[in-house]
């Protein structure tokens, strides 16, 4: 039989070892594998070239056509990703930290600390309350809450506060972060009678009543104080509230204002909030909750009275001082960094849709 049916150039020997498989395969199918590499070995240079392009598999073409990937270089090596340097995010960082704090502050919740004992053994002198702006957005006031609130205008001289719009009070959040501002008397005593409730001193067992029910209130008077050593007769008016401190031998507080507008009430937009929580020091920390005994549900029913008047000297009124900007600082600290991470994961994946491939 004749080299040419074999694959092999006429006249070429042979190679030697070269089995029967390989000299028989059709003509008209490529040429793979160790067989390409017979060929080429019989048919010289140019043939080896021209069945290298011929008989190339898809895969090993791959590399040299077709644009590179985007974020490569030539020769397969991916170029780096720019990344920002820590002090380019800091001042965000810093700047959502300082924005979220306000707004806790001014919107959401407040540290106060208590400079005097008007409210012991509730609140002893120095300790750090956390105050709930929030609540009285969601639900009324009741009896039994620890209020802070702002005596100008009712004990004080001064106009009565009314809440701003959403941009003033962020204002005056703000200035009274780094100590600017007004921030008027702020007092903080316990709810004992709402508007229409009639408040009276005292029964023949010497307790304060409420719409004629009387008020067991050991559990947080100050031990070895009575009720009340003055005596009032109230119907407290509409949107104004009844407020006494817990320490009533020393305590300034409704009892000692009835000669002044409102008859010694307050009004209900002076309230701040609601004291919840002691955080300060560690072994005073617990919840403020509602007393049991202002729970009676006949306390729900209102009367009528009338109005007398007693002052008393040597009293303390409680008054409360901000505590200082590092808790909600802190707060927004803890919240901006979360925050800045999303921002920064949304900037990136938008930067890699809009990075056309190279």
């Known amino acids: 039989m004749s080299g040419a049916g074999r694959g092999v150039t006429p006249g070429a020997e042979p190679e030697a070892g070269s089995g029967a498989g390989a000299a028989s395969s059709a003509p008209d199918q490529p040429v793979r594998g160790s067989d390409s590499a017979?060929?080429?070995?019989?048919?010289?240079?140019?043939?080896?070239?021209?069945?290298?392009?011929?008989?190339?598999?898809?895969?090993?073409?791959?590399?040299?056509?077709?644009?590179?990937?985007?974020?490569?270089?030539?020769?397969?090596?991916?170029?780096?990703?720019?990344?920002?340097?820590?002090?380019?995010?800091?001042?965000?960082?810093?700047?959502?930290?300082?924005?979220?704090a306000v707004i806790i502050k001014t919107y959401a919740i407040q540290a106060f600390f208590i400079p005097s004992g008007s409210m012991q053994n509730t609140l002893a002198i120095n300790d750090r309350v956390l105050v709930n702006k929030i609540v009285y957005h969601l639900r009324g006031i009741h009896r039994g809450d620890i209020v802070v609130f702002n005596g100008d205008g009712s004990w004080d001289p001064?106009?009565?506060?009314?809440?701003?719009?959403?941009?003033?009070?962020?204002?005056?959040?703000?200035?009274?972060?780094?100590?600017?501002?007004?921030?008027?008397?702020?007092?903080?005593?316990?709810?004992?009678?709402?508007?229409?409730?009639?408040?009276?001193?005292?029964d023949a067992q010497g307790r304060v009543t409420v719409n004629g029910v009387a008020l067991t209130e050991q559990s947080y008077l100050y031990p070895g104080d009575v009720p009340?050593?003055?005596?009032?007769?109230?119907?407290?008016?509409?949107?104004?509230?009844?407020?006494?401190?817990?320490?009533?031998?020393?305590?300034?507080?409704?009892?000692?204002?009835?000669?002044?507008?409102?008859?010694?009430?307050?009004?209900e937009s002076a309230v701040i909030g609601r004291a919840f929580i002691i955080i300060w020091p560690p072994s005073h920390w617990r919840i403020l909750p509602i007393p049991d005994t202002f729970e009676q549900p006949k306390l729900n029913a209102s009367a009528a009275g009338t109005v007398t008047a007693r002052e008393a000297a040597g009293v303390l009124s409680a008054r409360l001082e901000p505590s200082s900007p590092a808790g909600p600082l802190a707060l927004g600290f803890a919240a901006a960094v979360p925050v800045t991470w999303l921002q920064r994961r949304v900037r990136l994946r938008a930067a890699r849709r809009r990075k056309p491939a190279e």
């Open 38 to 100: 017979v060929s080429a070995h019989a048919e010289g240079p140019e043939a080896a070239g021209d069945a290298q392009t011929a008989d190339a598999s898809p895969d090993e073409e791959a590399p040299s056509s077709g644009p590179a990937p985007a974020g490569s270089r030539a020769g397969g090596h991916r170029r780096p990703r720019k990344k920002r340097s820590f002090w380019r995010e800091f001042p965000i960082l810093v700047a959502v930290a300082l924005l979220l």
């Open 158 to 202: 001064g106009t009565v506060p009314v809440s701003g719009n959403f941009a003033q009070q962020f204002a005056d959040g703000f200035a009274s972060m780094f100590g600017f501002g007004h921030p008027g008397d702020i007092l903080i005593k316990r709810v004992i009678g709402l508007p229409g409730d009639h408040v009276a001193c005292c």
């Open 228 to 267: 009340s050593e003055m005596r009032f007769n109230i119907v407290v008016p509409s949107g104004q509230l009844w407020v006494m401190g817990d320490h009533r031998q020393i305590s300034d507080d409704s009892r000692d204002h009835m000669g002044d507008p409102g008859g010694g009430t307050i009004p």
